[in-house]
């Protein structure tokens, strides 16, 4: 399989096509590990002004050298103001180029604080300080921007500064290699970069939880939200409800926020009962079997968390099927059990469960989208309907649980690596795989990642956002 | 050229590559041609409700023969209750399915009116409706769905079934075939499908004009607008400035919009003053050198326009440039050349105009824009910031043109063939051209086209918008 690929891009029309796409060697991807420091070496922050002095106090919270002279760093061989600790002998972010040379440790990251800049002008200094740097990433390193959302009252010039972080952030995402990343943090106007879901953005999206998170944003709306005690535990006492948790992607949520901390409860189709036993007996939490179609779905999982475990704070809906045919081919059973099981029961689930009254304050709710709902998919009419349908779902529940404090977003994973993929044929599958930034596809583990920081305290000022796990996939609106 | 093409998508890893980017042979797309009809044949209409008979009454005169009863093309070789006018007796959607017989005259196109849809589950009948006449469909055909913008506002069923479209939509397009088209008209709460820009934009996108655009939408905000006197003439009387109107995309955005019936300034360097003057002369404008960076650009454009034509109604920001460095390598003068003229030279002009108080209400502003600034591109952070940019200016810029009736919007071209992409290394080009849903390049003319209907009368209640013409390029998010 490898040397079918690597022939492929090797030489002639594949070389090209490999270079226009973007497909070289993959590298393995940092994922968290408790107690790893959370990136591979010193941040390089950007920027002046308040926001910025904010993030380097939290920086330096989180035991990770800050350097703030963008003169480091600058032009080949240039001079290392800050002990030289940012410079390297080579060159993964640019290989062959004439990289710096004489430092030790190589950037773990680099955090442009972008929250005053008010016109397209004021863009160069910071975005080309970052680029004099950019040769010295590590492996696996991060650019994170912090920046204002671009809203409709914004003056034009402000409107066009903010939303031009956009075009940098993506179009730099696409020219990073090695596993390193890029992704924006967007504030709402008045919220400021050291809230805590500004800070706990910045902590998801420098570490290994976001290793498939790549030319993305995420927006904070609000002051709301509460950096954890234990970073490594951020769901501590938490009680979470993961549907189709049986296998695959949901299993993987199941395992990953009982690491975070979280008391689970594990729901599935009766069909799927040994497995989700084991899932169950895996993560100590509770079993619940149940068809999330039947009419009293929502009223089961609140008894069954309210009983068993005494409180319900977490939902995640990840139970979903496909049923992919041409919209020509198409019959009624096939359009109508996707849109059944993939938004018609979270709905009907999430008003139950809103109309109990039983709910508590900063209740979560977290859905699993997919990248098909926002580019629409060959084959995939109904599930597309029903996932780009779960994206309006989530921004019209975030208006209506922000009262209490509860917020609603959704993942959207790309490629990810699950039985369902290996099923496709393997062109089909190694196209697929490798049409996005990171040249591989994702792990369940990385989409669990996403849920669990959305299902987080620290995410509390996060909400209605619908955030892709797809290592920056080609496809997009 | 196109053997190396044919013979790569004919066999093994090519075929599969093909199969799963959808690039199969490219077909002549339909382009407007006045007097021609709006469609190649009937329109199936499906819905019911007050919507769905505005646009019955709407299409009837535009003598377009329309077809309400969605029992005609329903499964292989059914009855067929409209005079059988809608079946065929090849199948263009779907090679080689079972295809209804029989027929005389197939599909010009599919509405889909869905703007009276409240849960997701009621997205079926209509649509799986729609699949089953899609066998039917000629050759350029048009599918266009009318249905609700999305809102927070909404309650979350109701959002989803909105959202739902969406999804919908751009999956149909990509399962489209031989030059058919899939787009869509998103109506603001409280706009009715029979308001002037609900209209306007049908038509748009069923004819000729709007070959290129695939797998979009365009959002109705309000009532305002007029449908024109004369369909073929609708710029008739208006005087149009367009910058960087040399050559290339900007020469055709002028002939397109002369054609329409507009009076022409074109804009361009001193340095390509001679093609200017053709352009100039071709369309029956005039010319004005001017380098739009300047800070008395706007006093410029408006005075020429004013003493020379009496009048200013249209301004299309074309001007643009590209210099395409990774960041890692990117100069300050790089950089600052590409925010200048992309961005900050568009806001600069615009502030003059909109502060002297001159402008006419219904003033319209487009930009060009384009898909890297939505998706972001491997060696251009500057030209994607710019343009990026641009979409946030046009966001604000409506807002603030709203109030005098004026429009702000943009149109973000995808890979459009000109003078630069024909540059574009043979390889690089042919997969950047096909890796579309209509597996071709579109042309200058057709970023004008949309250019038009943004100027147009009938455009007025369309503000804010950002309308890629990139045949649905796969490039996102």
Chains 1, 2 share one sequence.
Not at 75 to 89: R, V
Not at 361 to 383: E, H, L, M, P
Not at 407 to 434: D, L
Request: glycine fraction near 12%; aromatic fraction near 4%.
């Amino acid at each position: 399989m490898a040397d079918k690929y690597t022939d492929f891009v090797s030489r002639g029309w594949g070389r090209d096509l490999a270079k226009r796409l973007g497909l070289p060697q993959p590298v393995r991807l940092r994922r968290y590990e408790p107690g790893a420091p959370l990136v591979p070496g010193p941040v390089l922050l950007i920027g002046t002004g308040p926001g910025a002095d904010s993030l380097e106090t939290a920086l330096k919270g989180w035991d990770v050298e800050v350097l703030r002279d963008p003169g480091i760093a600058t032009a080949a061989g240039g001079t290392h103001d800050a002990g030289g600790s940012a410079s390297s002998s080579a060159s993964p972010a640019a290989p062959g180029a004439n990289a710096p040379t004489g430092g030790t440790a190589k950037l773990g990251g680099i955090v442009l604080a972008l929250d005053s800049i008010t016109r397209p002008e004021d863009l160069a200094g910071p975005v080309l300080a970052a680029g004099r740097a950019l040769r010295s990433l590590a492996p696996n390193a991060r650019v994170v921007t912090v920046s204002r959302r671009s809203s409709t009252a914004d003056e034009p010039a402000l409107a066009a500064a903010r939303a031009g972080v956009e075009g940098i952030l993506r179009s730099l995402a696409k020219e990073l290699r090695s596993g390193a990343t890029g992704n924006g943090i967007l504030l709402a106007e008045g919220v400021s970069a050291e809230v805590p879901s500004a800070l706990g953005a910045l902590r998801f999206l420098l570490s290994g939880r976001s290793a498939f998170v790549d030319g993305q944003f995420l927006t904070v709306g609000t002051a709301k939200g509460e950096l954890p005690a234990d970073p490594d535990k951020p769901l501590a006492g938490k009680v979470a409800v993961v549907t189709g948790a049986a296998r695959g992607i949901g299993a993987a949520i199941a395992r990953t926020l009982a690491r975070d901390g979280a008391k689970l409860v594990v729901v599935d189709v009766p069909a799927a009962g040994d497995s989700l036993a084991k899932v169950a007996n895996e993560v100590r939490g509770t079993a619940l079997q149940l068809d999330i179609t039947k009419p009293d779905a929502g009223e089961r999982i609140l008894e069954h968390a309210l009983s068993r475990h005494g409180a319900f704070d977490i939902l995640v809906h990840n139970a979903g099927i496909t049923r992919d045919k041409l919209l020509a081919n198409m019959d009624a059973a096939k359009w109508d059990a996707v849109i059944a099981v993939n938004i018609a029961a979270q709905l009907r689930i999430n008003d139950a469960l809103m109309g109990s009254g039983r709910l508590p304050d900063g209740f979560r709710i977290v859905s699993v989208a997919s990248t098909s709902g926002i580019a629409g998919n060959r084959g995939q009419t109904n599930y597309a309907a029903s996932k780009a349908g779960v994206m309006g779902m989530v921004r019209s529940t975030a208006a209506r649980l922000a009262a209490t404090g509860g917020t609603a977003n959704a993942v959207a994973p790309g490629f990810i690596e699950t039985e369902m993929t290996a099923k496709i044929p393997f062109a089909t599958r190694e196209v697929a795989r490798r049409l996005n930034s990171l040249q591989q596809g994702g792990l369940p583990l990385d989409v669990a990642e996403a849920i669990g920081f959305f299902a987080s305290d620290a995410a509390g000022g996060i909400s209605g956002n619908v955030l892709r796990v797809c290592g920056q996939n080609l496809v997009g609106q």
